[in-house]
């Protein structure tokens, strides 16, 4: 079992940036760590994906160039930051999990653990 702990959601003009954290306990660097996102009446997508060990790093094309996924392996953490923020972006954000041999699924139904979410709202 891996719990997921993200903190740093919140409201922010568009335009402006927010980085979001996520604190794993155990924190296994073998492990896909990723973003996903889900606004009302929408599907949860993945947005961005690391795997430590493996140096490997997706980013779904809505987000590339304007986000960045990365890691602490000291604090058991990975980040989310968000730059040049959109209207679009404003969405419960999730940090998930799922043991990997060095890739990561794109789907959420195949990731095992979850956090419980933190709000990001961009205004005009």
């Known amino acids: 079992q891996v719990l997921l702990a993200e903190s740093g959601g919140g409201s922010v003009p568009a335009g402006g940036s927010l980085r979001l954290s996520c604190v794993a306990s155990?924190?296994?660097?073998?492990?896909?760590l990723a973003w996903f996102r889900q606004a009302p009446g929408k599907e949860r997508e993945r947005v961005a994906a690391?795997?430590?060990?493996?140096?490997?790093?997706y980013y779904d094309e809505s987000v590339k160039g304007r986000f960045t996924i990365s890691v602490d392996n000291a604090e058991n953490a990975v980040y989310l930051q968000m730059s040049s923020l959109k209207l679009d972006d404003s969405a419960m954000y999730y940090c998930?999990?799922?043991?990997?041999?060095?890739?990561?699924?794109?789907?959420?139904?195949?990731?095992?653990?979850w956090g419980q979410g933190t709000q990001v709202t961009v205004s005009s």
């Open positions: 690391i795997v430590p060990d493996a140096e490997r790093i």
């Open positions: 998930a999990a799922h043991p990997s041999s060095g890739t990561c699924y794109v789907l959420a139904r195949y990731y095992h653990y």
């Open positions: 155990p924190y296994y660097p073998s492990n896909c």
